[in-house]
C-alpha cells in the first residue's frame, strides 16, 4: 500500500510539473495517524514513538506534515513545531490568498511559521477519540501543553501524564506524582471538550 502510494502522488507531482504547474501549486502531505503497529500482523514499527493507529499515545497520533510550493517556499526547511490537522484548512486559504483564519477554526494558520516570517504562539493541542478502534484503543481524550501531555480513559477514569520531553516513549506515567498538574489539564481538557461540544462515549445498557 505505501508503494503504491507512493507511485500515486509521484504521478501527481509529475504532471503539475509537467503542466509547468509547480510555482502555483501547494502541495501538502500529512497523514491522519501513525503507523499500523498494534494489530492486523503490526507491519510497521513506530519506535521510539508507543503503539500506532487507533492508539492515542505518540505512535499513533504524532506523524510527519511535509509542505512543497515551488518558488514560494524555502526547501529542506526543519520545523519543530507541533501542529495539528484542524490547521490545514486555515492555513491553506491564508497561504493562496483566498481567505484568512476564520473565527470559528480550531486550528491556526502556519503561514508564518512555514514561510519563516514568523512564529507559532504557544497553545494546547486536543484530540479526542470517544470510541473503540479494532486496532485495540481504547475511548479517551487528549490535551498537550508544551512538553507535557495527558490522557484521559472513559472506560477506566483514569489519566495518564507524560513529559514528551524526556519521554518520548510514554514509558513513565507521572499523573501520580504530578497530581497538581494532571488536574489542572484535566480541567483544561474538560473545557475544551464542553466548548466544542464534544460528543462523549456511554455506556452500554
Same mark, same amino acid.
Given at each position: 500500500m505505501v508503494e503504491a502510494m507512493d507511485q500515486a502522488i509521484g504521478k501527481v507531482l509529475d504532471e503539475i510539473e509537467a503542466q509547468g504547474l509547480?510555482? #502555483?501549486?501547494? =502541495?501538502?502531505f500529512f497523514s491522519d495517524h501513525g503507523g499500523l503497529s498494534t494489530? &492486523?500482523?503490526s507491519p510497521t514499527s513506530n519506535l521510539p514513538l508507543r503503539a500506532g493507529k487507533g492508539w492515542l499515545y505518540e505512535g499513533g497520533i504524532r506523524v510527519p506534515m511535509i509542505v512543497n510550493w515551488a518558488g514560494k517556499l524555502n526547501p +529542506?526547511? #526543519?520545523?519543530? @513545531?507541533?501542529v495539528i490537522s484542524n490547521d490545514l484548512k486555515p492555513t491553506i486559504l491564508d497561504l493562496v490568498g483566498i481567505g484568512g483564519e476564520a473565527e470559528d477554526e480550531d486550528g491556526k494558520s502556519l #503561514?508564518?511559521? =512555514? @514561510? +519563516? !516570517?514568523? &512564529?507559532? &504562539?504557544?497553545?494546547?493541542l486536543y484530540w479526542h477519540y470517544p470510541h473503540y478502534g479494532n486496532q485495540g484503543g481504547n475511548p +479517551? !481524550?487528549?490535551i498537550r501543553k508544551g512538553d507535557w501531555k495527558l490522557i484521559y480513559f472513559y472506560e477506566s477514569d483514569s489519566l495518564e501524564l507524560y513529559n514528551l520531553k524526556v519521554? =518520548?516513549?510514554e514509558k513513565h506515567n507521572l499523573?501520580?506524582?504530578e497530581t497538581e498538574l494532571a488536574g489542572a489539564l484535566k480541567t483544561e481538557l474538560f473545557d475544551w471538550l464542553v466548548t @466544542? #461540544? *464534544? *460528543?462523549f462515549p456511554r455506556p452500554n445498557n
Open positions: 509547480s510555482e #502555483k501549486t501547494l =502541495i501538502v494489530a &492486523e500482523g +529542506g526547511k #526543519k520545523i519543530d @513545531t507541533p #503561514k508564518n511559521l =512555514i @514561510t +519563516g !516570517s514568523g &512564529e507559532l &504562539e504557544d497553545r494546547p +479517551g !481524550s487528549v519521554d =518520548i516513549g499523573a501520580d506524582q @466544542t #461540544k *464534544a *460528543a
